[in-house]
């Protein structure tokens, strides 16, 4: 992986850590809002079927999350266990495309 | 007399702690320590040294497990308990006792690009550099390395990364960057970018922690961040 | 020589520590959370059938400690790109201690309401 691929990979970890700084902050209020008095899949699909910007929110947040976690735990397995290049590159891109589709079905589930 | 402790390394990357036992003087260093074993107690003790007043850059060991200049290093302020550990610095191969092999540490500043290339010739007249431009000053905060390798061995990204590039060949990349005069900035920011260099970076601040001419190499490596994310954004890298 | 704790016994290298910890342990927390929320496919009683079973004091200790890694994450990740992107200062201890004191805020938050 060149150089240049590498800079643009920690702007991404970066870029997509501003965006979930935003949305874990509304996740955190939402939660600790949600949670009093218990929760209910009533309660929580009542607040999420049909609403298109729940769903845009949830949406952008599994994209950050899918971008954000991969580079991470690319660095934690090169510091940690010395693994690089493609087929550690490969494998990360394949957990990242698995978190996307993963929170996208569930985004789904609670939208639809 | 009061005297100390010290458990010395002996040996080279395989060996073992010897103590001894040192007079305990005023105004004593951790270099005046070293110095007194190796002269009364057994010559064969190897350590490195030049000019005892912070200059060199050629003193440093870890101290009580933290690296450090000895020469200007009290016995006072680190060994409140009459007990000093002495070991050669982290993160470099072992030659003998103290003394350890910085060859890949300079061969970095190399590989950064750490050296400054001009445009000017002799004919030319002086370059001005306003000493309250923002350049200038990032080059001020930086400038004072002495080269000792504290930074290098504090830092844990170079021991999880041996061909990360370190905190002091980044610092002095980071000085060069902000040289107005200096030609070769992209090429440069080629050098230092990536895995192997500032975006390795997990700003443990262990380098800016122990540098004891109070660089925050941190800082520096922050820049260039921006600095080669800006130019690999802008298709210079 | 490899360094040990002597070494990196400093504020910035425990908020490291916090961070890259966190940061692990959400990662394998999130397939988790997805697989709960995809429970809502199967109707609002597949949903309803996790949510009784995470009622469990242990599941809500572990929930809690969920939320304060969530909160240590996002303020570590804060002071992050505060000290990357903006001009230095020399408020790097405060910063961390911010980053602290709202962590334990945020988890509390969570821990006061969910009992």
Known sequence: MSARAQTLLWLAQRASAAVLALCVI???ATMVYAVRGGLSAAEILSRTRGSYGWFAFYALFVAAVAVHAPIGLRSVIHETLGWRGAPVNAGMLAIGMALALWGLRAVLAVFA | MAMLKVAVWRGAEKGGFQTYEVPRLASQTVLDVVTHIQRAI????????ACRVGVCGSCAMNVNGRARWTCRTHVEKVAADGQLEIAPLSNLPVIKDLVTNMEQFFDKWAKARGRFTGAR???????????????RRHVDAGIECIGCGVCYSACDVVQWKPDYLGPAALNRAWTLHNDVRDTRRVERLVAVAGDAGCHACHTHMSCSERCPKQIAPTIGIAGLKRAAAAAALDGEL | MKNDYRARNHPAWWAFAVHRASGILLAFFLPLHFWALAQALQGAESLDGFLRWTEQPLVKFAECGLVLLLGAHLCGGLRLLLIEFLPWHDHQKSLLAIAGGASVVIGLAFALNVV
Do not use: G
């Not at chain 2, 010739?121 to 350049?135: E, G, K």
């Open chain 1, 26 to 28: 509304v996740h955190l």
């Open chain 2, 42 to 49: 057994d010559p064969s003790l190897a350590y490195r040294f």
């Open chain 2, 121 to 135: 010739t002799r004919d030319d007249d002086f370059a001005r550099v306003m000493p309250d431009s923002p350049q």
